[in-house]
């Protein structure tokens, strides 16, 4: 497998001379930090990744979780990952000083875990849903609550899950069955079903606690009946741990992602599955939010760490494989040609890259965005929030549907290669093609953008966003070297802006449907823009470093970077001028095609 799986030096690019996160530090949240300490993080983070995560990716995914004597056993190697990044907190590392955090950025933060997912991803995935739920307890649990399960979780000596799908609802989350019946002692008696936990049960902690939703009986239909629950698979009693009547009916085998086990469990077969109430009754959709919209973003950076690692794969075995000779060159005698000296090849790895570097920009973007919003007030406040509102569906969606593609890519560079398991092209490309799945498909994500984000507040978010663009816009005309590039992201945001006030009219004067009927092009339509817009803004950077002349490693790394920017304005930004004018047709044909056509 190659060792070399994500770059540092990206990574420093963008916090350091694209974001400038060490601006954070000026606000009392983050004043302990600075730019040093920062380094550090990253390279703590580099070092487990080293250690722990990446040299066994390959095993988990040939050795996956098994079930024998009622136990789902893990790999060995998880018990390590939870132990090593409760004790050095990497866990709670976001969270308030009076709770154990570090009050570490969420920008910081999101660069580490970019690294530990290009390291490994299954392994990544247990603690970091361990986060998000013991997240939810500290932001809204009770103080007994936090401090029987929060303080063991954030230690990672107990995973966290998030227990919302079922059977029969999928992502209907309105139509969810499993019941809570309030008990004389306070806690609920819990019954249904869940089905998709990730990491919903497992030997490599001591033991499992669901964040779940449920409906109280006598509660409102829909969405505005749902409560959150705390329900552990043992609960703490009289100084143990007492099984809990969650029953574990068996995981499914998946394509990918086999290191970390996806449960079906059965709750309340003996009426005995206790659950505590999270914050108020029926508000258990309004506080899962919480941690799905930081799980988007995780998945959108999950995603950017799987087609880096799948890159720098592709990467070395182009710069070590002879095969052939250039057209210019048919001397039989002469010595064959990496296949790196050809077009076409570096077509593709200017593609992994471009989309790769890309989409890691614009979650990083997301979670500067959540920092700023931590910090400010008033005005600033609220235009931040609107901005990570608005992006957050992109941030998942592009870098994870992108990221089936760009792996993809690498299997290519390959050939016969790629498809075959002595190399990690087949496994980066089955593990990353859950994630356009992940918290949400894709086209639940378009819903979202479309019918909440670009609708609310009469547009405001957009119009924040059109700021934003139109400020990047402005600095780059002043670069020559870059005036051409911004003209043709002005004019992709003209359109852009076009498309969003036909459809904002429909939305007026049509039914829903006609509205959001191609929904997910324009969330496509929305990728390749925001991704323009976070290439132009390193493209300034970039121009401004190559002026200083550097030379030997740092030359290349600008010159790289340079190669990507063209490469994304040349080959995939003008895919927004066919997705514009399909947006701006009034054509019909799936919303009217009567569905037995398709039988």
């Given at each position: 497998?190659?060792?070399?799986?994500?770059?540092?030096?990206?990574?420093?690019?963008?916090?350091?001379?694209?974001?400038?996160?060490?601006?954070?530090?000026?606000?009392?949240?983050?004043?302990?930090?600075?730019?040093?300490?920062?380094?550090?993080?990253?390279?703590?983070?580099?070092?487990?990744?080293?250690?722990?995560?990446?040299?066994?990716?390959?095993?988990?995914d040939k050795k996956p979780p098994q079930m024998g004597d009622g136990v789902v056993h893990v790999h060995p190697g998880v018990k390590d990952i939870m132990k090593e990044t409760g004790e050095s907190g990497w866990i709670v590392a976001q969270e308030d000083y009076?709770?154990?955090?570090?009050?570490?950025?969420?920008?910081?933060?999101?660069?580490?875990?970019?690294?530990?997912?290009?390291?490994?991803?299954?392994?990544?995935?247990?603690?970091?849903?361990?986060?998000?739920?013991?997240?939810?307890?500290?932001?809204?649990?009770?103080?007994?609550?936090?401090?029987?399960?929060?303080?063991?979780?954030?230690?990672?000596?107990?995973?966290?899950?998030?227990?919302?799908?079922?059977?029969?609802?999928?992502?209907?989350?309105?139509?969810?069955?499993?019941?809570?019946?309030?008990?004389?002692?306070?806690?609920?008696?819990?019954?249904?079903?869940?089905?998709?936990?990730?990491?919903?049960d497992h030997d490599g902690v001591e033991n499992i606690v669901h964040l779940m939703l449920a409906k109280i009986e006598g509660a409102p239909a829909g969405t505005k009946g749902i409560s959150l629950f705390v329900v552990p698979k043992h609960r703490p009693e009289?100084?143990?741990?007492?099984?809990?009547?969650?029953?574990?009916?068996?995981?499914?085998?998946?394509?990918?992602?086999?290191?970390?086990?996806?449960?079906?469990?059965?709750?309340?077969?003996?009426?005995?599955?206790?659950?505590?109430?999270?914050?108020?009754?029926?508000?258990?959709?309004?506080?899962?939010?919480?941690?799905?919209?930081?799980?988007?973003?995780?998945?959108?950076?999950?995603?950017?760490?799987?087609?880096?690692?799948?890159?720098?794969?592709?990467?070395?075995?182009?710069?070590?494989?002879?095969?052939?000779?250039?057209?210019?060159?048919?001397?039989?005698?002469?010595?064959?040609?990496?296949?790196?000296?050809?077009?076409?090849?570096?077509?593709?790895?200017?593609?992994?890259?471009?989309?790769?570097?890309?989409?890691?920009?614009?979650?990083?973007?997301?979670?500067?965005?959540?920092?700023?919003?931590?910090?400010?007030?008033?005005?600033?406040?609220?235009?931040?929030?609107?901005?990570?509102?608005?992006?957050?569906?992109?941030?998942?969606?592009?870098?994870?549907?992108?990221?089936?593609?760009?792996?993809?890519?690498?299997?290519?560079?390959?050939?016969?290669?790629?498809?075959?398991?002595?190399?990690?092209?087949?496994?980066?490309?089955?593990?990353?093609?859950?994630?356009?799945?992940?918290?949400?498909?894709?086209?639940?994500?378009?819903?979202?953008?479309?019918?909440?984000?670009?609708?609310?507040?009469?547009?405001?978010?957009?119009?924040?966003?059109?700021?934003?663009?139109?400020?990047?816009?402005?600095?780059?005309?002043?670069?020559?070297?870059?005036?051409?590039?911004?003209?043709?992201?002005?004019?992709?945001?003209?359109?852009?802006?076009?498309?969003?006030?036909?459809?904002?009219?429909?939305?007026?004067?049509?039914?829903?449907?006609?509205?959001?009927?191609?929904?997910?092009?324009?969330?496509?339509?929305?990728?390749?823009?925001?991704?323009?817009?976070?290439?132009?803004?390193?493209?300034?950077?970039?121009?401004?470093?190559?002026?200083?002349?550097?030379?030997?490693?740092?030359?290349?790394?600008?010159?790289?970077?340079?190669?990507?920017f063209e490469f994304f304005y040349e080959y995939e930004l003008p895919k927004s001028i066919g997705l514009t004018k399909r947006l701006l047709s009034d054509n019909r044909l799936t919303l009217n095609l009567a569905p037995e056509y398709l039988n």
């Amino acid at each position: 497998m190659a060792q070399q799986y994500m770059s540092m030096r990206n990574l420093r690019f963008l916090l350091h001379e694209v974001l400038n996160v060490e601006q954070l530090v000026q606000f009392p949240r983050y004043a302990d930090h600075n730019k040093e300490g920062f380094d550090m993080m990253l390279d703590s983070a580099k070092q487990i990744a080293d250690s722990l995560f990446f040299p066994i990716y390959e095993e988990m995914d040939k050795k996956p979780p098994q079930m024998g004597d009622g136990v789902v056993h893990v790999h060995p190697g998880v018990k390590d990952i939870m132990k090593e990044t409760g004790e050095s907190g990497w866990i709670v590392a976001q969270e308030d000083y009076d709770i154990g955090g570090q009050q570490m950025p969420h920008t910081v933060y999101n660069a580490a875990n970019f690294i530990f997912h290009a390291a490994n991803t299954s392994a990544a995935s247990y603690f970091g849903l361990t986060m998000g739920s013991a997240e939810l307890i500290s932001s809204f649990g009770n103080q007994e609550l936090k401090d029987t399960y929060m303080t063991k979780m954030f230690a990672g000596k107990w995973q966290g899950t998030m227990a919302l799908t079922e059977p029969h609802a999928g992502s209907s989350l309105g139509d969810i069955r499993t019941t809570a019946k309030e008990a004389e002692d306070g806690s609920y008696r819990i019954k249904g079903q869940k089905i998709f936990i990730s990491a919903g049960d497992h030997d490599g902690v001591e033991n499992i606690v669901h964040l779940m939703l449920a409906k109280i009986e006598g509660a409102p239909a829909g969405t505005k009946g749902i409560s959150l629950f705390v329900v552990p698979k043992h609960r703490p009693e009289n100084g143990g741990l007492v099984y809990n009547d969650v029953f574990t009916a068996g995981f499914e085998g998946k394509m990918g992602m086999k290191g970390c086990p996806v449960m079906h469990l059965v709750m309340g077969d003996n009426d005995d599955c206790r659950g505590w109430l999270v914050g108020e009754p029926h508000q258990g959709l309004k506080y899962m939010f919480q941690m799905m919209n930081g799980a988007r973003i995780s998945v959108g950076v999950m995603s950017c760490g799987l087609s880096s690692a799948a890159y720098y794969a592709s990467l070395e075995y182009a710069n070590e494989r002879p095969q052939g000779r250039t057209p210019s060159n048919q001397d039989l005698e002469s010595p064959m040609e990496n296949i790196i000296n050809y077009a076409d090849v570096k077509r593709m790895l200017l593609f992994q890259k471009s989309v790769m570097e890309g989409g890691l920009a614009l979650a990083m973007q997301c979670a500067y965005y959540a920092d700023m919003a931590k910090v400010s007030e008033g005005a600033d406040k609220e235009k931040y929030n609107m901005l990570l509102n608005l992006l957050t569906p992109i941030a998942k969606a592009y870098p994870s549907e992108m990221s089936v593609q760009s792996t993809s890519q690498g299997m290519q560079v390959l050939g016969g290669a790629g498809f075959c398991s002595d190399f990690p092209l087949q496994q980066y490309y089955r593990d990353t093609r859950i994630n356009p799945i992940y918290e949400g498909t894709t086209g639940i994500q378009a819903m979202d953008l479309l019918g909440r984000k670009v609708t609310m507040k009469m547009g405001a978010a957009v119009m924040a966003f059109g700021a934003e663009l139109q400020e990047t816009i402005m600095k780059a005309m002043s670069v020559e070297a870059l005036k051409p590039r911004a003209e043709k992201l002005a004019a992709t945001a003209t359109k852009f802006q076009e498309v969003t006030m036909k459809l904002m009219n429909l939305a007026q004067s049509e039914k829903p449907e006609v509205f959001l009927a191609d929904a997910t092009l324009y969330l496509e339509n929305s990728g390749l823009l925001a991704i323009a817009w976070q290439w132009m803004k390193q493209a300034m950077v970039i121009e401004e470093k190559l002026a200083e002349n550097p030379t030997g490693e740092e030359l290349s790394f600008y010159k790289g970077k340079q190669a990507a920017f063209e490469f994304f304005y040349e080959y995939e930004l003008p895919k927004s001028i066919g997705l514009t004018k399909r947006l701006l047709s009034d054509n019909r044909l799936t919303l009217n095609l009567a569905p037995e056509y398709l039988n």
